[in-house]
DNA sequence: CATTATGGAACGCAACTACC
DNA sequence: GGTAGTTGCGTTCCATAATG
């Protein structure tokens, strides 16, 4: 028969009775949506084309062997299909006539598969469990494989994770034939051939050396799952995990085929496709062909929060690394700044708040601080009508004393002469839940606050 | 000429198994 | 006890036929 005498799909469900339709949903809800379409099909075909029944309950082990004489071995997916179909209809009784199948299948046995296919499914759009590591974990792991240590046991785990993750040596052959006895002068010898080492684990292996046994990495998983506590990971950190990321993170260039971690300095962007370094190389010199080469811009995040990780150093190293360690005044400066918008907020708040019912509520302009030229913060009215000119002045503690920069002090005194008002709000603790708020009418003549000269001016309160 | 239906085959996940 | 390798099976991809 030519395949454009049959029905599709649609005409052939159009035939069949209720209970059947029935059936063949409930059949369906079994598997994914993306392969119902093709399953469907696929056991309409079999109804209409094959066994000529137009209910599934008229359906018997005949049927069953006229269609597999050989039983359920090498199938087709197709085929496969229908196979699961007719187990489908014996293990919830759908059939009129079900004698045969008990000779070759066990009902309950095959009602338990359809109830674990179902449960798998639901687990697996529930859970997703995944080995491979997530970027955040493996940004975190990267971490703690840059840092720079002495330490016997930084030093095993960075070379494991080296030898795993960036080489894609065995865990076997590392566990198991890997010691120190196939290092020398720089080069590892491995069932991988001969490898160049990085200098820190030139270091790492004359240490090793001078050990007469322990001198390999039979520890492996202790090391990796000390690596993925350092680096403060979750879950427990597998070698399969690190074997598994580096097959999910390998990337493959398209005009050579091979294969290289995600890193970013692997690849450049030639003519704005990304392709590994030496074909970018190789591009780049054949001159008939005009290259853009760009580098992918690194997107390792920097550690500069990164906390200390004293286990990973010898003593050393971190006594080095505390005393090399900068104060942060740009850190400083910024909570700084945050800390004086917190306070331009809260009286601007505050003003609002002072003028609800009047029709200046709506003309309180905090806009001003952007500009320091301005002298002043906020632009306020008092509920008369009168503009007020205030300047924030904002600390998180209770000292009472700020600095007020010449121009600030300068604005104030030209204010008062032009017979415009100009105040300070001296907000104190304002990271507290009752922030204290002073305010300071006059600051040029006011007889609670001195000023003092400094680059800028000191205000402290005279107690 | 574009879209849909169909079936074969490759792919990939997870359970299973052998192994240390 | 836990891992690497194997296997079975559902899913997805792709080519082609059919249809609008």
């Given at each position: 028969?030519?395949?454009?005498?049959?029905?599709?799909?649609?005409?052939?469900e159009?035939?069949?009775?209720?209970?059947?339709?029935q059936?063949?949903?409930?059949?369906?809800?079994?598997?994914?949506?993306?392969?119902?379409?093709?399953?469907?099909?696929?056991?309409?075909?079999?109804?209409?084309?094959?066994?000529?029944?137009?209910?599934?309950?008229?359906?018997?082990f005949?049927?069953?062997l006229?269609?597999?004489?050989?039983g359920?071995?090498?199938?087709?997916?197709?085929?496969?299909?229908?196979?699961s179909?007719?187990?489908?209809?014996?293990?919830?009784?759908?059939?009129?006539?079900?004698?045969?199948?008990?000779?070759?299948w066990?009902?309950?046995?095959?009602?338990?598969?359809?109830?674990?296919?179902?449960?798998?499914?639901?687990?697996v759009?529930?859970?997703?469990?995944?080995?491979?590591?997530?970027?955040?974990?493996?940004?975190?792991?990267?971490?703690?494989?840059?840092?720079?240590?002495?330490?016997l046991?930084?030093?095993?785990?960075?070379f494991?994770?080296?030898?795993?993750?960036?080489?894609?040596?065995?865990?076997?052959?590392?566990?198991l034939n890997?010691?120190?006895?196939?290092?020398?002068?720089?080069?590892?010898?491995?069932?991988?051939?001969?490898?160049?080492?990085?200098?820190?684990?030139?270091?790492?292996?004359?240490?090793?050396?001078?050990?007469?046994?322990?001198?390999?990495?039979a520890?492996?998983?202790?090391?990796?799952?000390?690596?993925?506590?350092?680096?403060?990971?979750?879950?427990?950190?597998?070698?399969?995990?690190?074997?598994?990321?580096?097959?999910?993170?390998?990337?493959?260039?398209g005009?050579?085929?091979?294969?290289?971690?995600?890193?970013?300095?692997?690849?450049?962007?030639?003519?704005n496709?990304?392709?590994?370094?030496?074909?970018?190389?190789?591009?780049?010199?054949?001159l008939?062909?005009?290259?853009?080469?760009?580098?992918?811009?690194?997107?390792?995040l920097?550690?500069?929060?990164?906390?200390?990780?004293?286990?990973?150093?010898?003593?050393?190293?971190?006594?080095?690394?505390?005393?090399?360690?900068?104060i942060?005044?740009?850190?400083?400066?910024?909570?700084?700044?945050?800390?004086?918008?917190?306070?331009?907020?809260?009286?601007?708040?505050?003003?609002?708040?002072?003028?609800?019912?009047?029709?200046?509520?709506?003309?309180?302009?905090?806009?001003?601080?952007?500009?320091?030229?301005?002298?002043?913060?906020?632009?306020?009215?008092t509920?008369?009508?009168?503009?007020?000119?205030?300047?924030?002045?904002?600390?998180?503690?209770?000292?009472?004393?700020?600095?007020?920069?010449?121009?600030?002090?300068?604005?104030?005194?030209k204010?008062?002469?032009?017979?415009?008002?100009?105040?300070?709000?001296?907000?104190?603790?304002?990271?507290?839940?009752?922030p204290?708020?002073?305010?300071?009418?006059?600051?040029?003549?006011?007889k609670?606050?001195?000023?003092?000269?400094l680059?800028?001016?000191?205000?402290?309160?005279?107690?």
């Amino acid at each position: 028969m030519a395949i454009k005498d049959k029905l599709n799909a649609e005409d052939i469900e159009a035939l069949l009775s209720e209970n059947s339709k029935q059936v063949i949903e409930n059949f369906l809800t079994y598997y994914g949506d993306s392969s119902k379409a093709n399953m469907r099909s696929s056991v309409y075909r079999l109804l209409y084309h094959e066994l000529v029944k137009d209910d599934v309950s008229k359906v018997n082990f005949e049927d069953y062997l006229k269609i597999f004489p050989n039983g359920g071995k090498n199938l087709s997916t197709q085929k496969i299909y229908r196979h699961s179909f007719f187990k489908f209809l014996y293990a919830f009784d759908h059939m009129k006539m079900p004698f045969g199948f008990e000779t070759i299948w066990i009902k309950e046995h095959e009602n338990k598969q359809f109830i674990q296919l179902k449960e798998r499914k639901e687990k697996v759009t529930k859970e997703k469990p995944r080995k491979t590591l997530t970027i955040e974990e493996l940004t975190k792991i990267q971490k703690v494989i840059e840092t720079e240590s002495t330490k016997l046991e930084t030093l095993k785990i960075q070379f494991c994770w080296y030898c795993i993750f960036e080489l894609g040596i065995d865990v076997d052959e590392l566990k198991l034939n890997i010691t120190s006895d196939n290092f020398s002068d720089g080069i590892l010898i491995a069932k991988e051939g001969s490898i160049k080492l990085p200098e820190k684990f030139h270091y790492m292996f004359e240490m090793l050396k001078e050990r007469d046994e322990r001198n390999g990495f039979a520890t492996l998983n202790d090391l990796f799952e000390n690596l993925g506590q350092y680096a403060k990971l979750e879950r427990k950190l597998l070698p399969v995990m690190v074997k598994l990321t580096r097959k999910d993170y390998m990337v493959t260039c398209g005009n050579c085929g091979k294969k290289y971690t995600n890193l970013s300095h692997n690849w450049r962007s030639v003519n704005n496709r990304i392709v590994c370094l030496d074909c970018a190389e190789s591009l780049k010199k054949k001159l008939n062909f005009e290259v853009e080469v760009v580098d992918i811009e690194n997107t390792n995040l920097n550690d500069s929060d990164n906390n200390e990780l004293s286990f990973l150093y010898a003593y050393a190293d971190l006594k080095r690394k505390i005393q090399s360690k900068p104060i942060d005044f740009l850190k400083l400066h910024e909570l700084q700044i945050e800390i004086g918008e917190l306070g331009e907020k809260y009286v601007y708040e505050r003003e609002c708040k002072n003028l609800m019912g009047t029709k200046y509520i709506n003309m309180v302009d905090d806009s001003i601080a952007g500009n320091p030229k301005n002298g002043y913060d906020i632009l306020s009215y008092t509920r008369d009508g009168k503009p007020l000119h205030i300047e924030v002045k904002t600390t998180s503690g209770s000292e009472d004393k700020f600095f007020l920069s010449n121009n600030e002090l300068q604005t104030a005194k030209k204010m008062k002469d032009e017979g415009l008002i100009y105040v300070v709000y001296f907000v104190k603790r304002i990271l507290s839940d009752n922030p204290e708020l002073n305010i300071i009418g006059d600051i040029s003549m006011n007889k609670e606050y001195v000023l003092e000269e400094l680059r800028s001016w000191k205000v402290t309160k005279v107690h």
